[in-house]
Each structure stands twice: as structure tokens, then as C-alpha cells.
């Protein structure tokens, strides 16, 4: 126990037998009736037989330890960094993982596969369920499966509905970037107009032909992570849309594009502007000054933000770690990404982060959370990308070469639910790209450049062997040296520099820089004779990619 005690989780009428079942040191977890499965999260049904007989059961409190990461970056208060974030898998039934803290060990002694035993901690109302390494440690058991493998998924996609594609009803007319930079302290919404401003005048457009507006998460309190949505914007250019839409439960940060997509494929709209603004590096300084007031969480919410989990990172660096343990991939595989993403965006004058590195100075690099250092970690910045998304047929007539939509991909295939999903790649990537092949008849080999999500070097990684640029394990041998995913490489990746040196424009850049390099606008960085190319946006939840072509 510290000094300070950390915070406790916020206790509801639904999860109460969870946070309270340490008063007698016995875990308890929700079970179905009918097939005697665990049930986490709680649910009123089971995910597996769909009955409705939930009932909470008392288990034995061993588990399996099945990841864990040091953290180094992050903190709250009772809970000083370096702590030790953990995820283990219930020994009644794997399929329920909980996250959690290692405790009563010191990080060299854990070991994937290891048994934990629980111990419970009593913060306020709540008993935390922390493991420790068991006291009678059998042989280490190997490490359950994920729910769902890569090589089950093309079983799983969901046909076609009808031949008819609605990505064959439009186009991609206009792109637009506001200026790009770390703590630019100007109001978030002008970077929003300034960037719509410019994908207009890109595509020869007036703001009066302008009929729809999309955008990612929407409006909300996030904290540097929007300008406030599709008000905001209509509030400010007064642009009288028929049909809008804003929300985060959509395909990624560029989901937006594909709501457009299916607005304007069904007659709503005829284009579309979709933005996306971030002002996270400014949010972060004037908290700093004093100037946003920022209290600190006297609960928290949610199944990991009470062990410290408080980060995607903290999911990710543990899919890396079994990754890594799996796979044998290194810090130097994620470390080829990273040198990759720096060397395009010396090419590129809006990126953030342009001075050369090398693999000594990403290895050397503070630690934020293991195996995940300072350059594995996107870039706060300040900035918005805009994309005009028209029909087919008005695009043609416009002031640049339509860019046409190829395919999507989708579906959820995935537990949606950050620990309870698969298990070596970053979670919604695997069943979106699947999705995505099997709505086009082009294939991985066909793909000229790649402008995958790389929040994380491990991120882009992940899309790498989902989307089947090489096979899954393989990323390792693949990313070698750098050589494939350079810009005279079989997959040129990322040539603007990426989030990880461009700086963290969400998903939306991604696209931007697809559209430039298929248009042949991409100047030093182009990439020689680029028609085909592929977007992808977000991970963990939610997801989604777009292969786009230049061809009509």
C-alpha cells in the first residue's frame, strides 16, 4: 500500500459482486447456467450460447500469466511509474482474461505461461484482484490460443450481399491539410476550416456544392481529440448539409469516409467533407500552464483503468510481447518501422519530426512501456486532414483526377473488448482485412504503396501480416534491414513520414497521403508508377481499411 492510495473503480449495480468479492478473498466471475461458460465483462447473455441464465460463480483465483508490460510513462496518483500491468487468463476458463497488476515479484522473475494466484487489495468500497507468481509454480503452461487465428478468418467473412459494390458510386475529389505542427495554441476548430477550406478549393468545388459532413469521434469532452464535431464545423461555415454524421462506434478515425461512401452511394449527398482534427500537443501544454483545469480521476471506470492500464499502449505492448514470444520477432523488427517512417518524412517539409535516426537511437530511446520505447510511439500534434468523398459520376468534371474506391474492409471478426481479444496482433486488424480481400478481386501483390496505421511501430506491424503483405509471424524476416517497405522497396510504407515521425494526424493523414500518391503529387517522396494503395485506420476498436486505385 502506498502512501496515497490509488484510485478505485467506479462500483455499478451490474459489477459489484466483482469489485467486492475480495472482502472474503474468493473471485468471482459471471457464468452461464446453460453452458457453465465465464462471462467477462458481464453480460445479460452469454456471448457463447446466447442464454440468458447469468449467475456469478466463485472460482479458485489461479490464472495464467499471459502478458505483462513495465510501465514507465505514465501514473496516477497511489500508483507511481515503474509499475507492472499484467493480463492473466482464468484456469476454469482461459477464454476470460482479466488485466491486472503483478505484484509481490519483481518484473525478472515473470515469465509468460507462468501460474499466478490472487491476492485483493481494498481501495476505498472495492477489492482489486492483483496475482502474484503462485507458490507451488508446476512446468509453465503454454499460452492459450486466440479466440480467433488468422487462418480461421476468411471462413468467417460474411459473403457479399449483391455484386453491386457501393464503392463503385464514388470517388475520392478533394484533399486537404491545415497546417501541421506540435502546440501551434491556435482554437482547434480553425484548423478544422482551414484544412475543409482547402480540400474544397482542391476539387474545385464551391462550399455551397458541398451537401454533406462526416467525421470522427464527433463531439465530446476529448481532451485535445476533436474540434466538436460536425456542430462545430456547421456552426462556423453554415453549410446546410442534408444528411451528416459523427461519432466514434464507426469504422476507425477514417471511418468517416466510408459513412460518406455509403450516403453518397444511396442518393444523400453528392460530396461529402469528412474531417478529422487533433490539438492533443496544445490540450497537453495549456493543462500544463493552468490554463484547462484537469482533476485528477477520483474513480475510474472500466475493467483496466484501476491496474494503471490507462493507455493503448499498455494493451499493445503486451500483443507485442506474445508476438515477440511467439514469433521471435525483436525491438528491431518494430525499430525498421520506425527508421523507415523518420527516412520518408525527411522528404516530407510538413512533418513534425525530420532529423535523421538510427536504430542505436531508437534502441537507446526512454522507455514508456516494455518492449515499447519513445520512437515505437506516435507523435502528438496539432492538425486536421479533410477528404471530399463525391459521385462517381460529378467527379469526372472536377478540377483533379478522381481517385475511385476499390474496396472496404469491416467486419468485426474480433473481441471487441481490448483484453479479451486476439492475442498476437493488434485486436481489429485481422477480420477488417480479411473483410476487405474478399470485396475486390486484386490481391496484396497488387498494392504499389501502403499507408498503414502506426500509433505504434507494433500497429503497423500488425496491418503488414493482416493484410497479407507477408504471412502471419513472418513480419520479423520480412521487415529485415528496412529493405521491403523503403521507398525503392516491394511495399513502400508510410512515405510521408507516418504518425510515428509526421505526427499523429489519426488515420486521416493516411489517406491524405494515398490520394497524393496516386494523383503523382507526392513530389520527392513519390513513389514511381503508384495506382494501386491502401489506407488503413485505427485498430483495437474500432477499424477499418480502404484499398483505393487510380483507375476508373
Known amino acids: 500500500m502506498t502512501e496515497r492510495q490509488r484510485p478505485g473503480p467506479v462500483v455499478t449495480e451490474e459489477n459489484e459482486f466483482f469489485w467486492t468479492s475480495g472482502a472474503d478473498g474468493r473471485l468471482r466471475l459471471a457464468e452461464c447456467g446453460s453452458c457453465a461458460a465465464l462471462i467477462h465483462p458481464p453480460q445479460p447473455v452469454c456471448r457463447y450460447c446466447h442464454g440468458h441464465d447469468i449467475g456469478v460463480r466463485a472460482v479458485s483465483g489461479r490464472a495464467t500469466l499471459i502478458g505483462f508490460t513495465v510501465n514507465h510513462r505514465f501514473a496516477l496518483p497511489g500508483l507511481p511509474a515503474p509499475y507492472v500491468v499484467a493480463q492473466v487468463a482464468i484456469e476454469e476458463d482461459p477464454r476470460v482474461r482479466l488485466t491486472t497488476n503483478a505484484v509481490q515479484c519483481t518484473p525478472d522473475e515473470l515469465e509468460l505461461g507462468m501460474r499466478m494466484e490472487v491476492v485483493f487489495e481494498q481501495v476505498e468500497d472495492a477489492w482489486l484482484p492483483l496475482f502474484r507468481p503462485a507458490r507451488d509454480r508446476p512446468a509453465t503452461d503454454p499460452l492459450p490460443l486466440a479466440e480467433v487465428e488468422a487462418h480461421q478468418l476468411a471462413r468467417r467473412v460474411r459473403p457479399m450481399v449483391t455484386t453491386e459494390k457501393f464503392e463503385d458510386k464514388v470517388a475520392i475529389t478533394g484533399i486537404g491539410m491545415s497546417e501541421i505542427g506540435r502546440r501551434l495554441l491556435v482554437p482547434p476548430v480553425s484548423l478544422t476550416v482551414q484544412a475543409c477550406e482547402r480540400a474544397i478549393a482542391d476539387a474545385g468545388l464551391t462550399a455551397d456544392d458541398i451537401d454533406g459532413l462526416a467525421t470522427y469521434p464527433g463531439a ?276 510521408h513520414g507516418g504518425q510515428l515521425s509526421h505526427g499523429r494526424t489519426h488515420g486521416m493523414g493516411l489517406v491524405h497521403e494515398a490520394i497524393t500518391q496516386l494523383r503523382g503529387a507526392a513530389g520527392a517522396r513519390q513513389i514511381a508508377g503508384a495506382r494501386v494503395a491502401v489506407a488503413s485506420s485505427g485498430g483495437l476498436t474500432p477499424s477499418g481499411v480502404i484499398l483505393f486505385r487510380a483507375d476508373g
Not at 442518393?267 to 490540450?283: D, P, Q
Open 220 to 495: 465530446g469532452p476529448y481532451g485535445g481529440f476533436g474540434e466538436g464535431g460536425v456542430t462545430a464545423l456547421e456552426s462556423a461555415l453554415g453549410l446546410e448539409p442534408t444528411w451528416y454524421n459523427g461519432g466514434g462506434e464507426t469504422f476507425g478515425p477514417g471511418g468517416s469516409l466510408i459513412s460518406a461512401m455509403l450516403a453518397v452511394a444511396g442518393g444523400l449527398a453528392r460530396h461529402v467533407l469528412c474531417f478529422r482534427t487533433v490539438w492533443e500537443a496544445s490540450y497537453g501544454e495549456l493543462v500544463r500552464r493552468g490554463r484547462i483545469a484537469q482533476e485528477p480521476p477520483r474513480k475510474l471506470d472500466g475493467w483496466m483503468k484501476p491496474f494503471g492500464a490507462i493507455s493503448a499502449a499498455h494493451t499493445l505492448a503486451q500483443n507485442a510481447q506474445r508476438h515477440f514470444h511467439r514469433y521471435g520477432t525483436t525491438r528491431e523488427t518494430l525499430g525498421w518501422i520506425a527508421l523507415n517512417q523518420r527516412a520518408n518524412a525527411a522528404l516530407n517539409p510538413t512533418a513534425v519530426y525530420r532529423d535523421p535516426m538510427t536504430m542505436d537511437d531508437y534502441l537507446n530511446a526512454r522507455p514508456i512501456t516494455t518492449p515499447f520505447g519513445l520512437y515505437d510511439c506516435d507523435v502528438p500534434c496539432d492538425g486536421a486532414v479533410a477528404v471530399i468523398v463525391s459521385a462517381v459520376d460529378a467527379a469526372r468534371d472536377l478540377a483533379q483526377p478522381p481517385v475511385y474506391v476499390e474496396a472496404v474492409g469491416t467486419q468485426i471478426l474480433e473481441r471487441l473488448e481490448w483484453d479479451q481479444s486476439t492475442l498476437t496482433h493488434e485486436p481489429q486488424v485481422l477480420g477488417q482485412s480479411a473483410h476487405l480481400w474478399s470485396r475486390t478481386a486484386l490481391r496484396p501483390e497488387d498494392v504499389d504503396v501502403a499507408e498503414l496505421y502506426d500509433g505504434f511501430t507494433f500497429n503497423c506491424l500488425s496491418w503488414l501480416e493482416g493484410l497479407g503483405f507477408c504471412g502471419i509471424g513472418e513480419a520479423k524476416d520480412f521487415l529485415d534491414g528496412g529493405k521491403n517497405i523503403a521507398r525503392d522497396g516491394v511495399l513502400p510504407l508510410n512515405t
